[in-house]
């Protein structure tokens, strides 16, 4: 055999092995469950490089979570979902298979994103996440599909969801052959710094009357400085109304809400509190509390009650879309120049002198070779930021939901059905029907 024949030979033995040795080496995880269920899950955990121009340098682990149905074998369809800004759990795998209406042969992986959940580096500082950038989360998921590749030869279908439907189109023009199709929900295409197109969605969402209400109560809420008292009062308030406004599972409670809001303001905010430490553990005062803490460590990371912050370390550097009001009166009442305040004292990054890597999904569609499902719900906040009917190019399919909010085809299983049978159409995939 010629030297260079031996050469690229060895190269792809060498190749096939790595590969092989990522997957046996890696722990599976079963499923916890009492009683039987049609599929099991596992968890993975891949090496990656921290940078992958540098592939021999610091390394640190992702999490990848696989639901295999009974009924999948080797060459079943792969339901690629590319994580977005949260934890890759169980449970949230269990109920992505469920949104699709339970298919028993499909194959379903999800790739946590780098700086989230339990994908992050070993440093023990993780104040300032600068590893958290798009081309190298992006990097991740390819080596991921590259290497269950040998495990699953059927067709691989990509999903990403709000932030990440941005990421899975950049991913099919930088990586055209690891997915045949991609499903797009609810993604954000259009990346500004400053953006109100939330606003004028939310208005409607909540009603004339409420809506005034809640503007009413921020402008009680102007802080002396970041992060005092006020300020964590202020962001509360932010984050619960954009859940009564985004959230299919908020829409109960907006009748209370809604009598609730003629309380005076410091009355009103201790109401909202013990509603959301007894009805939602928590959840927004997490949000806030990870904006307020000086510094991270890995250990507190770890617990996933920080993915905020990570996120608002991306909107500081990559992605912006920080909110603004379109008009007087409103919600947002935060300045530019207070946003990029707020950066620079938690990440000591300023926006504003920083050159703004504008982030581009939009410009990506007309250069993507593979076909591509879109799902857009009509009273979703970000849909004026996401693709719009009549701009889908011609090896697309367009779900147009009118009373849909975020990502519909998550709360919808009939919807979810039909939108994974167009996904395996155009995969090559023959369905019953």
């Not at 992505?96 to 028993?104: F, S």
């Not at 530019?336 to 410009?363: G, V």
Request: net charge negative; proline share 6%; charged share 20%.
């Amino acid at each position: 055999m010629p030297k260079r024949k031996r050469i690229t030979y060895f190269a792809a033995v060498l190749f096939v092995t790595v590969c092989v040795l990522e997957i046996i080496m890696a722990a599976p995880i079963t499923a916890a469950s009492d009683t039987e269920t049609p599929y099991k899950v596992f968890t993975h955990w891949i090496t990656q490089p921290v940078d992958h121009e540098r592939p021999f340098g610091q390394k640190f682990k992702q999490e990848v979570m696989i639901l295999i149905p009974e009924k999948a074998r080797s060459n079943s369809p792969v339901f690629f979902n590319l994580g977005g800004e949260g934890d890759c759990t169980e449970a949230g795998l269990i109920g992505h298979y469920e949104d699709y209406g339970e298919p028993e042969n499909i194959i379903f992986v999800r790739a946590e994103h780098r700086g989230y959940g339990q994908s992050l580096t070993n440093d023990e500082d993780q104040s300032v996440p600068a590893y958290i950038t798009i081309d190298q989360a992006l990097a991740d998921y390819h080596k991921v599909a590259r290497i269950f590749k040998w495990l699953f030869h059927g067709p691989w279908m990509a999903a990403g969801y709000s932030y990440s439907g941005g990421l899975v189109v950049n991913f099919a023009r930088n990586y055209p052959n690891d997915a045949k199709v991609i499903l797009v929900s609810s993604g954000v295409i259009d990346w500004p710094f400053l953006m109100d197109e939330y606003d004028r969605q939310m208005r409607i969402n909540l009603g004339e009357n409420l809506y005034s209400r809640l503007a009413y109560h921020m402008s009680n809420l102007t802080p002396a400085e970041i992060f005092d008292e006020t300020w964590q009062e202020r962001e509360f308030l932010h984050w619960l109304s954009l859940g009564l406004t985004q959230y299919a599972e908020y829409q109960s409670f907006m009748p209370l809400i809604g009598i609730l809001s003629y309380l005076p303001t410091k009355v009103f905010m201790r109401t909202l509190h013990f509603l959301d430490r007894v009805v939602l553990d928590g959840w927004v005062e997490s949000i806030v509390w990870s904006m307020v803490v000086p510094e991270l460590t890995r250990e507190e990371a770890l617990d996933g009650t920080y993915n905020w912050r990570m996120w608002k370390y991306q909107q500081c550097t990559q992605t912006g879309t920080f909110w603004i009001s379109y008009g007087p009166g409103g919600l947002f009442t935060r300045s530019e120049e207070e946003i990029c305040e707020e950066c620079l004292a938690t990440f000591d990054i300023d926006p504003a002198i920083a050159p703004w890597p504008r982030w581009n999904p939009r410009s990506m569609i007309d250069e993507l070779s593979v076909p591509q499902v879109y799902v857009v719900g009509g009273k979703d906040p970000w849909k004026d930021l996401c693709l719009k009917q009549g701009q889908e190019p011609l090896n697309s399919t367009y779900f147009f939901v009118p009373e849909g909010l975020h990502c519909p085809d998550r709360s919808d299983t009939e919807l979810g059905k039909k939108v994974l049978s167009e996904m395996l159409e155009f995969a090559g995939v023959e369905t019953a029907d």
